[in-house]
């Protein structure tokens, strides 16, 4: 299995990024698929979760600023960041239980 995530980058408060996921080697729509975040010096923590049904679930503080979706022909996992923060700056992970993939910096400065 390979998760590649990509898109992440440096943004002003307030900007937008899309940040992808290509899945290979596994059956794609059925899994459930996630993203997680690393900052410095802090553990990683869950963002956001959508299941093969599309139903998703996200971590408060990214509530109405995240969205999750998924192209299951495509075997892609998007994670749509809206109105950022300075406290988003992390490295965010695409991951599927229990692989993960490389991760993709995200830098917003304030």
């Known amino acids: 299995v390979q998760l590649q995530a990509s898109g992440g980058g440096l943004v002003q408060a307030g900007e937008s990024l899309r940040l992808s996921c290509a899945a290979s080697?596994?059956?794609?729509?059925?899994?459930?698929m996630a993203w997680y975040r690393q900052a410095p010096g802090k553990q990683r923590e869950f963002v956001a979760r959508i299941t093969a049904t599309s139903i998703t679930i996200y971590l408060d503080s990214v509530k109405g600023r995240f969205t999750i979706s998924r192209d299951n022909a495509k075997k892609m996992v998007y994670l749509q960041m809206n109105s950022l923060k300075s406290e988003d700056t992390a490295i965010y992970y695409c991951?599927?239980?229990?692989?993960w993939g490389q991760g993709t910096q995200v830098t917003v400065s304030s």
């Open positions: 080697g596994m059956i794609f729509s059925v899994a459930t």
């Open positions: 991951s599927s239980s229990p692989w």
